[in-house]
């Protein structure tokens, strides 16, 4: 059954994250021919429209006014709002991320329809069903929208962009809204991140625990990660120790992850760590201790001091991939 299917685009530092592609991969599957159009809102954005169609949306609308530079909830919800009773989609599709998060189930109230979030997969063969990680990632479930619009928030790095295709254009058009009465207003973004690569959309992640035993510590690991262009994350255990900041957390009560690749050193593999992190493609557990936890979800496990390991890790991709 072909929908009209809205998909939001986020923007963020003069570019567009990739989630917003993912988005659209997966409202073209959701469309099952309709119509996919692209909303990207923002201020001084137009610029960067056209790559969603290079990445497979229809028709792209520019939302633009100066109370959306920033993302805040209200401002957000009544340009969504403006835009959904105009076009009048079938279905719409958000990544699971900061913004998604908060936005969609503002927006899902409002419409009084359904909502699934944190969809890792949509099963398109036959009923459209879309699958989700419950239990901390122990178990997935398949769970489907009978009635009304069909509502999606998709977990970055699972669902796979369509590959780019720059002979692709499609129409953009500049959609004006009323933006008032903000009961938020963002006066500053501090920003505390360790390096440049998004932590919920790196493809590797090298991540520190207890055992890196300072903030110093910390260094090798970096140095890992940015020969193999990834980003830093960290274990609850490091960020109360104080070695890192909580931007790092990775788990139950911090991020979510997916990388292809996730280095996990001196984390004993708490429950509440896993549940953040045991959905990755490939993990690599360097710890002392051979019968620590993390060995158990791990694909491939290191015995050693990590304060060993790593460097020589670094040195060995240093040589391979430079
Ligand atoms: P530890 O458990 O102390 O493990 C340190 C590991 O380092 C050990 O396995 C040790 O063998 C190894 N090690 C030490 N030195 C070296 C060395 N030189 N080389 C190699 N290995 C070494 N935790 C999270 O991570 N994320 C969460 O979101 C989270 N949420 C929580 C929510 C709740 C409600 C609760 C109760 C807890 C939560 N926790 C969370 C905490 C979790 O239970 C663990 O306490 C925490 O993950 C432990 O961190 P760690 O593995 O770094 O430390």
């Known amino acids: 059954m ?24 997966a409202g073209k599957k959701v469309a099952d021919g309709g119509e996919v159009v692209a909303v990207l809102c923002g201020d001084n954005i137009a610029s960067l429209a056209q790559s969603l169609g290079h990445y497979g949306a229809d ?6 006014n100066e109370n959306l530079k920033n993302y805040t909830p209200d401002g957000y919800k009544q340009a969504m709002m403006q835009v959904i009773d105009s076009e009048k989609p079938e279905a719409i599709v958000m990544g699971h991320t900061a913004i998604g998060k908060d936005l969609s189930a503002g927006i899902a109230s409002r419409l009084n329809c359904g ?11 036959g009923e459209l069903a879309f699958i989700r990680p419950v239990y901390a990632g122990k ?17 970055p790095n699972n669902i796979e962009a369509l590959e ?39 493809k590797v992640i090298v991540s520190g625990g207890r055992g890196v035993k300072s903030a110093e510590g910390f260094e090798p690991l970096k140095e890992l990660a940015d020969v193999l262009g990834g980003a830093v994350g960290a274990s609850r255990g490091a960020c109360d120790a ?7 957390q990775i788990g139950q009560t911090g991020k979510v992850v997916t990388p292809d690749l996730y280095i996990a050193c001196g984390i004993s593999g708490a429950i509440q760590h896993l549940a953040g992190m045991s959905n990755s493609k490939v993990i690599v557990a360097i710890n002392k201790d051979p019968e620590a936890n993390i060995f158990n979800v791990a694909d491939y496990g290191i015995v050693g001091d990590l304060f060993e390991v790593v460097p020589l890790l670094t040195k060995y991709f240093k040589e391979v991939l430079q």
């Open 242 to 248: 104080g070695y890192c900041d909580y931007s790092m």
């Open 115 to 125: 909502l699934i979030s944190d969809v890792t997969g949509i099963d398109a063969d």
């Open 164 to 202: 780019k295709d720059e002979s692709k254009e499609a129409v953009v058009n500049a959609f004006d809204v009323v933006v008032k009465d903000l009961r938020t207003i963002v006066k500053d973004i501090v920003k505390k991140t360790t390096s440049g690569v998004d932590l919920s959309e790196a």
């Open 139 to 155: 178990a997935f479930e398949k769970k489907r929208i009978k009635d009304g619009i069909v509502f999606i928030t998709i977990r």
């Open 59 to 64: 028709r792209i609308l520019t939302v633009e």
């Open 2 to 25: 072909a929908r009209k299917t809205l998909v939001l685009a986020e923007a963020r530092d003069g570019g567009l994250r990739h989630v917003s592609y993912e988005a659209i991969a």
